[in-house]
């Protein structure tokens, strides 16, 4: 499904601003009073869920849509941010409740219930529910039949999820609802492994888990497209949820939402079932043997990015060649390799640490107006197409009235450089543009593979930087009835207090 928020945000945000100006609420002291409270802490408290998109630690420090989302806001009020996560849905709520945060992030969609009880702030993308079943196995194509099968349908408790499907109920009272206390990824996969034969998870969430489990896939779409919004308590407060809607509305206005986007979201609308399945396969059987020395010559880079493009290159194989002379783990021609210093192309070492010096050098060109984690891609263009063709297509974008700073702008424009009436017009001429984005898209996704499969938790505390995150003592329990969580415990994992932490990044 496409992610593009553009028309939904500007509408959510000029409609929001209207309101406050026809209500005449306006941001002062008065009215400010959970804001004030936050700014004389000095910490912004967020309530997140701990995975691979909203918040986990990568190599850099802690990072994900969420996090960085968080970490923005609470710059923009003057705050340090105090990220809160949690391992389940049922501990966020609650906390929320309870004033142990003071926003939950966590990617979760708009319903009826938390509506009733809590503040939802601007949409920023927008996900379908869909229900999922293991490929290969019996595929209810509606509600009817999803009726007829039997099997149960197990859903993450207190989601909104279980609300849409308590919501059929009055029309499909056979379907067989049981609540979990998995959240959920760990249903994903046990739909994934034949435990349980159907579950319902988001359109991002699902796109995200078949990297990691390929055999999962959409039976249906149970909804359509819903909003994804942050909340906070309802209060005659008007403060923050103020600042909320005007930082949503800034960050679109300047192109970070976009970019954000991008990262986050903008490799994951293709997916291949069988590369998929062939790739995750080689990271259980392949990847071991290679994996330190991936770590030994990663250098600045995440090692599981130089994985991935040594999987792009040679799917793992040191012995790799190719009718147009490049060889190899990392496929180097001739000349790059006596370049970056490497004698022997098939010696998988020297293969390894000559590309990765090679990147570096990509890197090292891409122009400084392009955001640092973004860099990346562009210098992975070039190493496929060459320097001067992804500048060539940046002048291009330029051109056409997009941004050559994005690359979510300029791979459009890379196909483009096949075409006569385009490469007439550039530098450099003819390239295989198309092939360079693929490959990009292609690395990003088997990176993202990698790290679903290989980091299911956080990483270790070796490769956390310390002197920027402080581990505090998890949330006490509470006893609190929110929505859909009767008298539910706080599931919260270890707090991450972060006051310098824009330079987190989960592909540097």
């Given at each position: 499904?496409?992610?593009?928020?553009?028309?939904?945000?500007?509408?959510?945000?000029?409609?929001?601003?209207?309101?406050?100006?026809?209500?005449?609420?306006?941001?002062?002291?008065?009215?400010?009073?959970?804001?004030?409270?936050?700014?004389?802490?000095?910490?912004?408290?967020?309530?997140?869920?701990?995975?691979?998109?909203?918040?986990?630690?990568g190599?850099?420090?802690?990072?994900?849509?969420?996090?960085?989302?968080?970490?923005?806001?609470?710059?923009?009020?003057?705050?340090?941010?105090?990220?809160?996560?949690?391992y389940?849905?049922?501990g966020?709520?609650?906390?929320?409740?309870?004033?142990?945060?003071?926003?939950?992030?966590?990617g979760?969609?708009?319903?009826?219930?938390?509506l009733?009880?809590?503040?939802?702030?601007?949409?920023?993308?927008?996900?379908?529910?869909?229900?999922?079943?293991?490929?290969?196995?019996?595929?209810?194509?509606?509600?009817?039949?999803?009726?007829?099968?039997?099997?149960?349908?197990?859903?993450?408790d207190?989601?909104?999820?279980?609300?849409?499907?308590?919501?059929?109920?009055?029309?499909?009272?056979?379907?067989?609802?049981?609540?979990?206390?998995?959240?959920?990824?760990d249903?994903?996969?046990?739909?994934?492994?034949?435990d349980?034969?159907?579950t319902?998870?988001?359109?991002?969430?699902?796109?995200?888990a078949?990297r990691?489990?390929?055999?999962?896939?959409?039976?249906f779409?149970?909804?359509?497209?819903?909003?994804?919004?942050?909340?906070?308590?309802?209060?005659?407060?008007?403060?923050?949820?103020?600042?909320?809607?005007?930082?949503?509305?800034?960050?679109?206005?300047?192109?970070?939402?976009?970019?954000?986007?991008?990262?986050?979201?903008?490799?994951?609308?293709?997916?291949?079932?069988?590369?998929?399945?062939?790739?995750?396969?080689?990271?259980?059987?392949?990847?071991?043997?290679?994996?330190?020395?991936?770590?030994?010559?990663?250098?600045?880079?995440?090692?599981?990015?130089?994985a991935?493009?040594?999987?792009?290159?040679?799917?793992?194989?040191?012995?790799?060649?190719?009718?147009?002379?490049?060889r190899?783990?990392m496929?180097?021609?001739?000349?790059?390799a006596?370049?970056?210093?490497?004698?022997?192309?098939?010696?998988?070492e020297?293969?390894?640490?000559?590309?990765?010096?090679?990147?570096?050098?990509?890197?090292?060109?891409?122009?400084?107006?392009?955001?640092?984690?973004?860099k990346?891609?562009?210098?992975?263009?070039?190493?496929?197409?060459?320097?001067?063709?992804?500048?060539?297509?940046?002048?291009?974008?330029?051109?056409?009235?997009?941004?050559?700073?994005?690359?979510?702008?300029?791979?459009?424009?890379?196909?483009?450089?096949?075409?006569?009436?385009?490469?007439?017009?550039?530098?450099?001429?003819?390239?295989?543009?198309?092939?360079?984005?693929?490959?990009?898209?292609?690395?990003?996704?088997?990176?993202?593979?990698?790290?679903?499969?290989?980091?299911?938790?956080?990483?270790?505390?070796?490769?956390?930087?310390?002197?920027?995150?402080?581990?505090?003592?998890p949330?006490?329990?509470?006893?609190?009835?929110?929505?859909?969580?009767?008298?539910?415990?706080?599931?919260?994992?270890?707090?991450?207090?972060?006051?310098?932490?824009?330079?987190?990044?989960?592909?540097?």
């Amino acid at each position: 499904m496409p992610f593009s928020v553009l028309s939904k945000l500007i509408t959510t945000v000029v409609l929001s601003l209207a309101v406050f100006s026809l209500t005449g609420c306006q941001i002062d002291s008065q009215d400010t009073s959970q804001l004030e409270q936050i700014q004389k802490r000095g910490v912004l408290r967020v309530g997140t869920l701990n995975n691979q998109l909203s918040y986990y630690i990568g190599p850099d420090g802690p990072t994900g849509l969420e996090y960085e989302l968080a970490d923005r806001f609470a710059e923009s009020i003057g705050v340090s941010l105090e990220i809160k996560p949690a391992y389940r849905l049922s501990g966020l709520f609650p906390a929320l409740e309870a004033g142990q945060v003071d926003v939950v992030a966590a990617g979760i969609s708009q319903s009826p219930e938390r509506l009733t009880q809590f503040r939802s702030g601007p949409a920023y993308y927008y996900v379908s529910q869909q229900v999922v079943y293991q490929n290969g196995t019996n595929r209810p194509r509606n509600l009817a039949q999803l009726s007829e099968s039997d099997a149960p349908v197990y859903v993450v408790d207190g989601s909104h999820f279980e609300s849409t499907l308590n919501q059929l109920a009055d029309t499909h009272p056979d379907i067989n609802v049981i609540s979990s206390d998995a959240d959920t990824y760990d249903l994903l996969r046990q739909v994934s492994t034949g435990d349980i034969q159907f579950t319902v998870a988001n359109s991002v969430d699902l796109s995200l888990a078949q990297r990691v489990y390929p055999n999962l896939s959409i039976a249906f779409d149970l909804t359509e497209d819903k909003p994804i919004t942050w909340y906070t308590n309802k209060s005659d407060d008007e403060g923050l949820y103020a600042l909320m809607i005007e930082f949503f509305g800034q960050l679109k206005q300047s192109g970070e939402l976009a970019q954000l986007e991008e990262k986050y979201l903008g490799h994951i609308s293709q997916f291949d079932y069988v590369d998929t399945r062939a790739f995750v396969r080689a990271i259980d059987s392949t990847l071991p043997k290679w994996e330190p020395l991936f770590k030994k010559h990663a250098g600045e880079f995440d090692w599981r990015l130089i994985a991935a493009v040594a999987y792009q290159e040679s799917h793992w194989n040191p012995s790799a060649k190719s009718p147009t002379g490049v060889r190899g783990m990392m496929m180097l021609t001739l000349p790059t390799a006596k370049s970056v210093g490497v004698t022997n192309r098939l010696d998988p070492e020297q293969s390894i640490e000559g590309g990765v010096k090679y990147l570096r050098q990509m890197v090292k060109r891409i122009p400084d107006s392009i955001a640092e984690h973004e860099k990346t891609w562009f210098a992975l263009a070039s190493y496929n197409v060459g320097f001067g063709h992804m500048m060539d297509a940046r002048r291009l974008t330029k051109a056409q009235g997009g941004n050559p700073d994005l690359w979510s702008d300029v791979k459009e424009r890379l196909p483009l450089l096949r075409q006569k009436k385009y490469y007439s017009q550039t530098r450099y001429g003819f390239a295989r543009g198309d092939e360079a984005m693929n490959y990009v898209e292609n690395i990003r996704r088997y990176y993202q593979s990698i790290i679903g499969h290989v980091d299911k938790t956080p990483a270790n505390e070796e490769e956390i930087d310390l002197d920027n995150i402080q581990v505090i003592q998890p949330l006490v329990p509470a006893q609190s009835e929110a929505v859909g969580t009767e008298n539910a415990p706080i599931e919260l994992g270890d707090e991450v207090s972060a006051a310098t932490t824009n330079e987190a990044s989960a592909t540097k």
